[in-house]
């Protein structure tokens, strides 16, 4: 069974800090990953899309990275603001337009 | 920008009615999706669409949905009967056509939170 999963479940950290997100999964065949960013009661926004043959990906402060070999990929963000507060999400694509999201990780960044 | 919207925001039905959430995607996009998001879970995919057809489904979409493009612009999901477990917030997302089968970003729309009493 295709799944994503996502650590930590939530996170709090202060402004102005790093964190990095990690995001594991099984599916198969494997055709895109995305990370996406969701604010509370919003639709999510797109971040990052890599296949399978990028290593990193880098949107502003948001680098991800993916292992497609170990299905392994992280998000990391740089100097975090309290406007990063929101959920993010790994979504995985395997084959033709089949998504797998993740559950995601609640991210508070905290004054 | 250009962005994807929904209507309604929020909408509260009966169990047993029929409920049609609209979505206007992006004027230029060709592919077209919604999912749900049960409070507290996870996004789940429903249905793709492209050419006027359904393109893929989940086993969550059976005979109870249906989406429609009636017109240019606008792109439904109906439930034809609804049940308690049907309560969710709906989002519908669009892409542009590919350059590239493995490169598509799809833009997501605010969103409409259905509850089934």
């Known amino acids: 069974k295709n799944q994503v999963e996502q650590s930590p479940q939530s996170l709090i950290i202060l402004e102005g800090k790093n964190c990095t997100l990690q995001c594991n999964y099984t599916v198969s065949p494997f055709s895109n990953l995305r990370w996406y960013k969701q604010d509370t009661g919003r639709g999510p926004v797109s971040l990052t899309i890599m296949t399978f043959s990028e290593n990193t990906k880098s949107n502003g402060r948001y680098t991800a990275t993916l292992d497609a070999d170990t299905k392994q990929s992280s998000l990391h963000i740089t100097a975090s603001q309290l406007s990063d507060s929101a959920s993010y999400i790994c979504?995985?694509?395997?084959?033709?337009?089949?998504?797998?999201f993740g559950t995601g990780t609640k991210l508070q960044v905290i004054p | 920008e250009p962005e994807v919207t929904q209507t309604p925001s929020h909408q509260v039905t009966q169990m047993g009615q029929e409920v049609i959430l609209r979505c206007v995607p992006i004027?230029?996009?060709?592919?077209f999706y919604w999912y749900r998001q049960i409070l507290g879970q996870k996004v789940e995919f429903l249905v793709s669409?492209?050419?006027?057809?359904?393109?893929?489904k989940s086993e969550i979409f059976d005979d109870q949905f249906s989406v429609e493009r009636p017109d240019g612009s606008n792109f439904t999901l109906k439930i034809r009967s609804t049940k308690l477990e049907d309560s969710a917030m709906y989002f519908c997302?669009?892409?542009?056509?590919?350059?590239?089968?493995?490169?598509?970003?799809?833009?997501f729309g605010p969103g409409t939170r259905l509850l089934v009493l």
């Open positions: 997302a669009s892409s542009e056509a590919r350059t590239s089968l493995y490169q598509e970003t799809q833009y």
């Open positions: 669409f492209y050419n006027n057809e359904i393109s893929e």
């Open positions: 979504v995985v694509s395997g084959g033709y337009q089949k998504v797998t």
């Open positions: 004027s230029n996009h060709l592919y």
